[in-house]
């Protein structure tokens, strides 16, 4: 189990979160707030090499239910769905042929403290709890022409590799949204993720001699757990829509 270096990133968002949950009780939001039910459509992009890996965004729901004209509880779920492919031109063609699939779920639970910081701009903090399931796998097959007795020989390898993940995990936040509509207003979240996860790993090889069909292979199975910290500096980005006035 390895543990994070360091606490700042959490010390710092909790630092920044308190002051606007204790003020919010003094502050109420704003049109919003006289909705019941705000449902949004949720998506987590990625930073980190943007252009190239939000072509497949995370994509989620997330429902808050004003509890107070200052807090809301939150109740989310997130889905994220990959697949990609390539294709030998014959099966004993020499370029290789790959399948990868991942698939991710998350659920969570929450509340937010809300305050009005302009006309149209509200400022919350909170804190979610949560768990979730990953699963990786990746196919390999490649046709390799090797020198054996004195001649050539075709050998066809295959590798299946597999990570499976379970998760629980608490999750301070803070964000803004900006309100477009009284009804519809668009957010974004940033988030320190402090997360317990549960690994396993599977991987399979194997070699084949094509002219005498001989097989050759190896498995691995190992697992482990670990506790990671990480801040997110913009977790989600979210488009709700409000319904059910409060007001008569």
């Keep these: 189990m390895k543990a994070p270096p360091t606490l700042l990133p959490l010390w710092l968002l909790a630092a920044t979160a308190l002051p606007l949950a204790a003020t919010a009780q003094n502050t109420p939001p704003d049109s919003a707030a006289t909705y019941k039910h705000q449902l949004g459509l949720t998506a987590s992009p990625v930073l980190d090499g943007f252009f190239k890996n939000n072509r497949a965004l995370p994509v989620g729901l997330l429902y808050k239910r004003q509890t107070k004209p200052n807090q809301a509880l939150r109740l989310g779920l997130v889905l994220d769905l990959r697949n990609e492919r390539r294709n030998k031109s014959s099966d004993l063609a020499a370029n290789p042929t790959f399948y990868e699939n991942s698939f991710g779920l998350q659920a969570y639970i929450g509340r937010e403290w809300q305050r009005s910081i302009a006309r149209r701009w509200v400022a919350y903090a909170g804190l979610d709890v949560g768990a979730g399931y990953d699963r990786f796998r990746r196919r390999d097959e490649a046709i390799t022409a090797i020198n054996v007795d ?6 066809l390898r295959k590798s299946d590799y597999a990570i499976t993940t379970y998760s629980t995990f608490l999750r301070p936040l803070i964000a803004v949204r ?12 940033s988030v320190i993720s402090v997360r317990y996860s549960h690994r396993s790993f599977q991987d399979k090889n194997s070699i084949n001699r094509v002219d005498s069909n001989s097989t050759d292979g190896a498995n691995t199975n ?5 506790i990671s910290i990480f801040l997110n500096p913009v977790s989600q980005v979210a488009l709700h829509y409000c319904f059910g006035s409060t007001e008569r």
């Design 150 to 155: 004195g001649g050539s020989a075709l050998f």
């Design 178 to 189: 900006y309100q477009v509509k009284p009804y519809l207003y668009l957010s974004a979240e």
């Design 222 to 226: 190992t697992q482990n757990n670990a």
